[in-house]
């Protein structure tokens, strides 16, 4: 799993490439833990080369949603593979967070 992440000037896009589970889940929790990202309006999640998420990587962003929220940054996620989007939808959180098929939808929500 690698996270890189972009930065602009009122958006964070964080680009995700490979699979999420249990041993790689410290990477993006430490990406997302950084007091750095809570002065960014928006936290943009490429999932395009996502290819697994587990339940351990669920809960890595469960974890921060609510710190995202309380800071008024907004985390969307897009560009997510129909197996992953899937797991996003089994367990309700397509309810719970924004998913976007395209970049220029995340730019925009």
Known sequence: MKVTAQPSA???TL???GE???SSAIVLDTELAK???LN???VLVDCAKLSYISSAGLGVFISHLQRFQDANVK???FNMQEK???VFEILGLDALMTIVPSAAEAEAA
Request: proline content about 5%.
């Open 10 to 12: 009122e958006t964070l």
């Open 15 to 17: 680009l995700l490439d």
């Open 20 to 22: 999420l589970d249990a």
């Open 35 to 37: 007091p750095d990202i």
């Open 40 to 42: 960014y309006r928006k």
């Open 75 to 77: 985390l969307v996620f």
């Open 84 to 86: 992953v989007f899937n």
